[in-house]
C-alpha cells in the first residue's frame, strides 16, 4: 500500500497548499507504532527498577507489532543499512527480543506467584498473535555529526506514527517537513529516541531528517505506519 501511493503521488502534479496537517482532533487510540515506543520506555523503566511486571508488559506490547522492511521510501544522507549483528553484550535494549524475555523470567524467579505469570506470558507471546499490526521499518548506521533524510507517503485523514530509536550510544534528533517544507514535528532533545504523531489534511510525502548530534557512530531503527 505505502509502495502504491508513493507511485501515485510521484505521477501527481505538484499543487501549491497550506501545510499538509489536519487540525487536531480527538486523542485516537496507540497504534502499532505508538505501541512500540512505548514499550520501549516501559522497557527502559523496569530495567532501571528491575522490575519483571514492567518488563514483561513491554514485551507484550512490542510484540503486537510485526516489523516488516520499509517499502517506497527513499533514502538520502550519510547512513547505510544496518547489518544483522548479534546481541550486544549487556542489558538487552529491544523489549521484543528473546534476551528481554530471559531477562524478565529471570527476574520473576525470587516470587513464585510472579514466576508462574511470567510463564503464562512467555507462552502466550510464543503462540502467533491474532491481529498483529503491521509496521514498516529501517534500521541504518549514521556516522557523528552527519544525517538521514527520508521521504516517504502517508495517507490524508489517517492518523500518521514515526518512532525512531537508537542504540544508546548517540543523541539522535528527529525533524519531520511536508512537502511545502512546513515543520510538522521536531524532536531535539538529548535522547536518541523521539515520536512524531499526526493526521495529513490530504495524501502527500513528508521529509523524514533523523540527525546523529553524539559523537560516536550509531544504529537506529526508523519505524512508521
Not at 14 to 31: I, Q, R, S, V
Not at 170 to 189: H, K, P, Q, Y
Amino acid at each position: 500500500m505505502r509502495a502504491a501511493l508513493a507511485l501515485l503521488l510521484s505521477a501527481l502534479p505538484a499543487a501549491a497548499e497550506g501545510p499538509n496537517l489536519a487540525p487536531a482532533a480527538e486523542a485516537a487510540a496507540p497504534g502499532p507504532v505508538r505501541q512500540l515506543a512505548l514499550a520501549q520506555e516501559i522497557h527502559d523503566l523496569g530495567l532501571a527498577r528491575e522490575d519483571a511486571v514492567l518488563l514483561l508488559a513491554a514485551a507484550r506490547l512490542a510484540r503486537g507489532a510485526e516489523l516488516r522492511p520499509a517499502t517506497g521510501w527513499t533514502h538520502e544522507g550519510a547512513g547505510t543499512p544496518a547489518p544483522e549483528a548479534p546481541a550486544a553484550a549487556g542489558l538487552p535494549r529491544d523489549p521484543a527480543s528473546p534476551e528481554a524475555l530471559a531477562l524478565a523470567l529471570m527476574m520473576a524467579e525470587g516470587s513464585p506467584a510472579l514466576a508462574d505469570v511470567a510463564a503464562d506470558v512467555a507462552a502466550a507471546l510464543e503462540r502467533p498473535a491474532p491481529g498483529r499490526g503491521h509496521v514498516s521499518a529501517a534500521a541504518m548506521v549514521l556516522p557523528a555529526g552527519k544525517a538521514d533524510s527520508w521521504r516517504i507517503a502517508f495517507n490524508g485523514s489517517l492518523p500518521a506514527e514515526i518512532a525512531l530509536t537508537g542504540d544508546g550510544s548517540g543523541n539522535l534528533d528527529l525533524t519531520v517537513t511536508d512537502e511545502t517544507s512546513a515543520e510538522i514535528c521536531r524532536e531535539d532533545g538529548s535522547r536518541d529516541r523521539a515520536f512524531c504523531g499526526f493526521t495529513p489534511a490530504r495524501n502527500g510525502f513528508f521529509t523524514v531528517t533523523v540527525t546523529n548530534r553524539g559523537g560516536n557512530e550509531t544504529r537506529y531503527r526508523l519505524v512508521t505506519n
